[in-house]
């Protein structure tokens, strides 16, 4: 009983008796409303056709596209790739526009902080949550991490856009954005004090009058107060309105906000979005000029932003092959430089038996190779900790990166397998082992390095490729420039997962695939021990596995893996092929096309005044519901036929209930998270001008649910030089015994946590991280904490993300980092002691 008040209280002062926030533009789309995402489209949308206007007008080009109301992704792409020399990236584009909007609705999470939508009348940290919020988009920016710098502004356009819904700007005939509110020089003047009265009560239902006209004409500015329990609120005030807020019926009664159409204030809902976008623009104006064009088309997601790492052994067995491995590894930087596909940013980590690190990171391809030229070996013919600097590098470079290890021996730290495919999922990272074995100095016989490792030690590298939709690669002198060619295919820009599936232990089957219009340089990976395959076309054209060069395409082997490269022609419809073999084998099939699909787990909180929603960023609860949210890329206009979470290892799935939040953006409900290892497949039509083609997609990434719940607490700004400790909470419904913990930050700030907690069976337990940033940190730094759980004996693992932001202000909102997941916890712990 100890340890449900223990944990009851720590909710309750944590997330519980805060402040709570009132509604903003809604999340969800209802009749004719904007919502938060339309508003941050239509802003990002018209800001990047502004930039490339400007940029085709400098050099004497033409620039035809009307920039309205219409515009589309697609529109903007074409024209922008007019204005500037390079195809720009269509894909990307709508990445971006989609990492900042999942930021921007998180926001409405924040339940109970008055600053983050400018109720109560708190202009003033509203206005410093915006300030340093942009702060920390530029130093992002700056640093090369788009995806912080995206998620920062996601959550500062929030903020900036519930300004114009929740006060009376737009009442006093405001006609421009409140620019004061991103420039922290400037006063904010003219607020209404707190002694000054603001509204008189609506007549019925009619609230168009129930400001004061003395407020309108000496253009004091005011927000609604809200709250969701108590009536009161400061007298004369303004409420927020709506069916939950309890102040509404307090004196003066109703409200003002303008969320939707069917608000008290709704008449303006129109005038309040379209300021929105225009205030929201003028941000992405003010980051542009402080950052210049090229780094606003990283952050917009139209010009390459792609990172290669590479984390190399360099102990004892590797020291005859170390050449090898410089020559494999130079054959991939120099295969993408000058090109259009160029890294951002490469990062190196070397690893041995003894340690692991330093991360090594460079913008300049030729000091990248300078650096990996220079490595040098150990004396030690042991095993290295591979794991551990895979896991450091998976940590400390940007989501999506393609990661290359280079080994040619087992791991010594097989105890992180869990962790490192946690952190892959996070992190939707690329993971490719490249296990290389020089036949000239090993041996004189042509022996694959497959065999001078045990199965189970191969099979640890395969099942992370397989979680990261990577390649296990054996590399010899005889196969070298073969495997360079697969490398090569595997960072090719585009790469879209058409079907992956694994089979272990080994099956015979059919899998069946649809290839539609838009993709090009399809190819067909099978990786095991001699699998036997057929290849069928949707004509009934076969080709056999033992066919090098056919009908259907071109078959290369390299150690393991068969690579089927598809002939350019007759590749649309539906292909089969069928696999037989006696040990696991794993079939993928990737292609190029602009077409492809986003997923993230979301959470939805309902009530109060009405669901709002963001990105989850901890696993899925087991045998439970959840939602995630889906977005096709590279079309105006989408249908989703079906979508299902299909087992990684075999043939089950779990059917999702599709609800369209847009035309190209979907919410899908699942009625039970699975007990295996699952990725999300998407079937549906491409909708074209002329025809109607079926397409399909999957996530590359795969993904788990769990039965540990990790909850903390977050405090969204951290100070230089000053510990900041951070409380979290973990809880099972199963297992008891001793669960190790991990906390990992993208920073390699000093970080201090228990090695370990005991929970009893069904129970939980506490501890407390201390993160701290050099005292030199510069402000608006973000940086991300992750804090992982493992149950005994490795049978279960999740983790919570967290974000903060180097300042040297105080946090504005404190408490449980999502309230969804603190009141469903709350729940779980209560009802556990007293229903059972």
């Known amino acids: 009983m100890v340890s449900l008040v223990v944990v009851a209280v720590f909710l309750l002062q944590g997330a519980l008796f805060q402040p709570p926030q009132a509604a903003a533009f809604k999340i969800l789309p209802a009749d004719q409303s904007l919502t938060h995402e339309q508003i941050t489209r239509a802003a990002f949308l018209r800001k990047m056709a502004e930039v490339c206007r400007d940029a085709a007008t400098s050099q004497g080009k033409d620039f035809t596209l009307p920039i309205n109301s219409k515009l589309t992704a697609t529109t903007v792409q074409r024209a922008c790739s007019n204005a500037y020399s390079s195809l720009l990236k269509l894909s990307s584009f709508n990445l971006a526009i989609v990492q900042t909007s999942l930021s921007n609705a998180a926001v409405d999470r924040k339940q109970f902080s008055t600053a983050h939508h400018f109720d109560d009348e708190d202009f003033k940290n509203g206005r410093d949550l915006i300030t340093k919020g942009v702060a920390a988009v530029k130093v992002s920016i700056k640093k090369g991490n788009y995806l912080s710098a995206r998620t920062s502004l996601g959550?500062?356009?929030?903020?900036?856009?519930?300004?114009?819904?929740?006060?009376?700007?737009?009442?006093?005939?405001?006609?421009?954005?409140?620019?004061?509110?991103?420039?922290?020089?400037?006063?904010?003047?003219?607020?209404a004090s707190p002694n000054t009265k603001t509204c008189q009560s609506c007549i019925g239902e009619d609230c168009s009058n129930n400001i004061l006209p003395e407020i309108i004409q000496q253009k004091k500015l005011t927000s609604g107060y809200f709250h969701l329990v108590f009536p009161f609120k400061p007298s004369g005030k303004c409420s927020h309105g709506g069916a939950f807020d309890r102040t509404s019926s307090t004196e003066p009664t109703g409200g003002i906000n303008k969320d939707d159409i069917s608000s008290e204030h709704g008449f303006l809902h129109q005038r309040a979005a379209d300021m929105a976008i225009n205030a929201t623009m003028e941000l992405l104006e003010d980051i542009r000029l402080a950052t210049g064009d090229q780094a606003f088309l990283r952050l917009m997601g139209l010009s390459q932003t792609s990172v290669l790492a590479f984390v190399i052994d360099t102990t004892g067995s590797l020291s005859n092959y170390i050449t090898e491995t410089k020559r494999v590894s130079f054959s991939i930087i120099d295969s993408r430089r000058g090109t259009s596909e160029e890294p951002s940013e490469y990062i190196l980590v070397k690893f041995n038996d003894q340690g692991f690190g330093l991360v090594i990171r460079t913008g300049d391809a030729d000091k990248f190779k300078e650096q990996i030229n220079s490595l040098s070996v150990s004396d030690s013919l042991n095993p290295g900790m591979c794991l551990s600097g895979l896991l450091l590098t998976l940590t400390r470079a940007p989501p999506s990166s393609n990661i290359f290890v280079f080994t040619d021996a087992s791991a010594k730290d097989t105890e992180l397998k869990s962790s490192v495919g946690a952190m892959i999922e996070s992190t939707k990272s690329k993971v490719t082992f490249l296990l290389i074995n020089s036949i000239s100095t090993r041996s004189q016989q042509n022996v694959s390095l497959s065999r001078s490792l045990s199965q189970s030690e191969i099979q640890l590298y395969r099942d992370l490729t397989q979680v990261s939709d990577g390649q296990t690669i054996d590399i010899t002198n005889t196969t070298s420039s073969q495997a360079t060619a697969v490398i090569t295919d595997l960072i090719t820009a585009d790469l879209v997962t058409v079907l992956q599936a694994t089979r272990n232990p080994p099956k015979a089957e059919n899998f069946s695939f649809v290839l539609d219009p838009t993709l090009s340089n399809v190819t067909v990976y099978i990786n095991g021990d001699s699998p036997v395959f057929t290849l069928y076309s949707p004509t009934g054209v076969s080709q056999s596995g033992s066919v090098t060069d056919g009908p259907l395409g071109s078959i290369l082997t390299v150690g393991n893996l068969k690579r089927v490269k598809l002939n350019s022609a007759g590749q649309t419809g539906e292909w089969k092929i069928s696999i037989n073999s006696t040990s696991s084998y794993n079939v993928r099939v990737t292609g190029q096309s602009s077409v492809d699909v986003l997923f993230y787990f979301v959470e939805i909180v309902q009530g109060g005044h009405g669901d709002s929603w963001g990105q989850s960023f901890t696993r899925p609860f087991i045998g439970r519901n959840a939602t995630f949210y889906v977005s096709v890329t590279g079309r105006d206009s989408v249908t989703v036929t079906e979508v299902l979470l299909v087992e990684a290892s075999g043939s089950d799935f779990v059917n999702g209930t599709v609800k369209a939040v847009g035309a190209t953006d979907f919410l899908v409900n699942i009625d039970r998270i699975p007990e295996w290892a699952f990725v999300v497949q998407l079937k549906g039509l491409l909708n074209d001008?002329?025809?109607?083609?079926?397409?399909?997609?999957?996530?590359?990434?795969?993904?788990?649910?769990?039965?540990?719940?990790?909850?903390?607490?977050?405090?969204?700004?951290?100070?230089?030089?000053?510990?900041?400790?951070?409380?979290?909470?973990?809880?099972?419904?199963?297992?008891?015994?001793?669960?190790?913990?991990?906390?990992?930050?993208?920073?390699?700030?000093?970080?201090?946590?228990?090695?370990?907690?005991?929970?009893?069976?069904?129970?939980?337990?506490?501890?407390?991280?201390?993160?701290?940033?050099?005292?030199?940190?510069?402000?608006g730094t973000d940086v991300k904490l992750t804090i992982e759980a493992e149950a005994p004996g490795s049978t279960d693992l999740n983790y919570v993300t967290l974000q903060l932001t180097v300042s040297t202000a105080n946090a504005i909102f404190s408490g449980c980092y999502s309230l969804s997941v603190c009141l469903s916890f709350l729940f779980f712990i209560v009802c556990h002691f007293v229903c059972l």
Do not use: C
């Open 155 to 191: 959550i500062v356009s929030h903020t900036l856009q519930d300004f114009y819904s929740h006060s009376n700007w737009v009442e006093l005939g405001s006609n421009a954005p409140f620019s004061t509110l991103i420039k922290p020089e400037l006063p904010l003047d003219n607020l």
């Open 689 to 779: 001008s002329s025809s109607v083609s079926r397409f399909q997609r999957q996530s590359p990434t795969q993904h788990k649910g769990s039965r540990i719940t990790v909850m903390a607490q977050s405090q969204n700004i951290t100070q230089p030089g000053v510990p900041l400790s951070l409380n979290f909470t973990v809880a099972t419904n199963t297992t008891g015994g001793t669960y190790t913990i991990r906390a990992l930050n993208d920073q390699g700030f000093s970080v201090s946590f228990p090695s370990s907690l005991i929970l009893e069976t069904g129970g939980s337990a506490q501890g407390s991280v201390t993160l701290t940033a050099p005292s030199d940190t510069e402000s």
